[in-house]
């Protein structure tokens, strides 16, 4: 059984079976249809100052109840392959193109993920886990059920470019461009995966993405990925994630009793 599927599975028993969370508590402030559902195409919410409000529990698009493997089957097709639904293929360098092709033939063995450790802002957009944004004047959090926190400040801050101690999710600046959040990252530490087939990232990379909620229910996602020592051009994908309500995360400790990686042998 592939290892995202095991933890999965065992994240929507803990689901089912627990008792004291607040997994069925109204969330407060939904618009709602006559019939008492989520109106998912009501108007936005904003801040105070009139931005546009991207707060809220989120799960990527594909990820829903009957896709194959809880989230990662088919329908979450960027999970596997950030770049799915392009004609053209990612811009490798030829040890990049290489890489990659490795990686997927070993059914992804050597993954971050598969480790327990994190596995990057890419990912965190992709794998099937609830995310809760919260929006401040100064910054965006973004509490990922599966990933940890990841900060986005907005308080006017530089981009960081001089020699920053790598890490796994970079040092992220916001600022906003009418409606739209546009967010630079940097200072990555090398190794990282963009998607699960093992699309390669360097410490060289910055990525540029340009958060968008255009209704009460979607949250659009559009980010660049410009790393020179990887490709040879910047590229661009596309995703959206839909809003969860009455609903909340869970904890979850990838690591606690882990027993799969000793028998991810792959080809």
Partial sequence: MN???????????????????????????????????????????????????????????????????????????????????????????????????TRAAENSKTSPGVRCLPVGILQMHTVPFPRRIIQTPAYVAILHEREGFRQIFTDGRPVLTDDPQPTWLGYSTGKWDGDTLVVTTTGFRDGLWADNNGTPLTDATKITERFRRPNFGKLEVEATVDDPKAYTKPWTIKLTQSIMVDTDILEYVCQEGEKDVSHMVGK
């Fill in 3 to 101: 290892v995202w599927h095991m933890r999965w599975t065992l994240a929507l028993a803990m689901a089912a079976s627990a008792h004291a969370q607040w997994l069925n508590y109204p969330t407060a402030g939904v618009p709602r249809l006559p019939n008492g559902q989520p109106n998912l195409s009501a108007p936005a919410p904003r801040t105070a100052d009139g931005k546009p409000d991207l707060s809220g529990l989120w799960m990527i698009d594909g990820a829903g109840p009957g896709n194959n493997f809880g989230g990662f089957g088919p329908g979450n097709t960027q999970f596997w392959d950030i770049y799915a639904g392009h004609k053209e293929g990612l811009p490798f360098q030829p040890w990049a193109a290489e890489i990659r092709k």
